[in-house]
């Protein structure tokens, strides 16, 4: 019930198209889904996050979409540039004391 | 502010020994974590500290693994005796609450030979 499954494992897409990266959940007590990016030798770092109240938030080209009754949320990355060419993990947390559980991440490739 | 920063970025060191991670967190967060990465299970919640005081650390492996924070702008992972299966990435994470996101330092590649 703790665990956030991210697919797929991996993903091509040509520069200017759109990359999706999904996750789902089971634990209905989450409350915060984050998506973060990391690059090679570098720590992640927060991409864009949503709360269950929403289901959309946009941030320049990266817009999130969360569907609460599927217990779905996914990343969507428009005009998809080489310079995203990262690995993405999605995560997910409870309100109370608890820390961020990761999905095992989406390495995209963006080829120009 | 220079961000989460941890030392050493790479350590190598032969099966058996003592291994020590640090991490200085961003000064006022008063929440420190320390993640693990490998390919295998991405990243793993090891432990969390709440004002220098250890909240959950279900997911330190086993006894060989401790974690103290004796104060609130410094932390350490050791690992003792280190096993070959311990080589991952080691990164540390702070945050003001727990409402928002972390911020990652830049990691500690450990390689147990």
């Known amino acids: 019930q703790q665990q956030v499954k991210q697919s797929p494992q991996s993903l091509i897409v040509q520069k200017g198209g759109i990359s999706i990266i999904n996750c789902a959940y089971e634990n209905t007590a989450f409350d915060y889904f984050p998506w973060y990016q990391q690059f090679p030798g570098k720590g992640p770092a927060l991409l864009i996050a949503i709360r269950p109240d929403v289901s959309e938030k946009k941030e320049g080209r990266f817009t999130i979409s969360f569907n609460k009754s599927a217990k779905q949320f996914s990343l969507h990355i428009m005009d998809s540039q080489p310079g995203d060419s990262a690995t993405y993990f999605c995560a997910a947390k409870a309100q109370a004391g608890t820390a961020l559980i990761f999905g095992k991440g989406t390495t995209l490739s963006v080829s120009s | 502010d220079a961000g989460v920063i941890q030392s050493p970025r790479h350590e190598v060191t032969e099966m058996g020994q003592e291994v020590t991670l640090r991490c200085k967190p961003i000064?006022?967060?008063?929440?420190l974590f320390w993640y693990r990465q490998t390919m295998m299970r991405g990243l793993e919640l090891l432990i969390y500290?709440?004002?220098?005081?250890?909240?959950?650390d279900s997911g330190m492996p086993e006894d060989r693994f401790s974690a103290k924070m004796p104060n609130a702008s410094f932390s350490t992972l050791k690992i003792q005796p280190s096993e070959p299966r311990d080589s991952a990435v080691y990164f540390c994470?702070?945050?003001?609450?727990?409402?928002?996101?972390?911020?990652f330092g830049s990691g500690t590649r450990l390689t147990v030979v």
């Open positions: 000064s006022g967060h008063d929440y």
């Open positions: 994470a702070s945050t003001p609450n727990l409402r928002g996101g972390y911020t």
């Open positions: 500290f709440n004002n220098n005081v250890p909240i959950d």
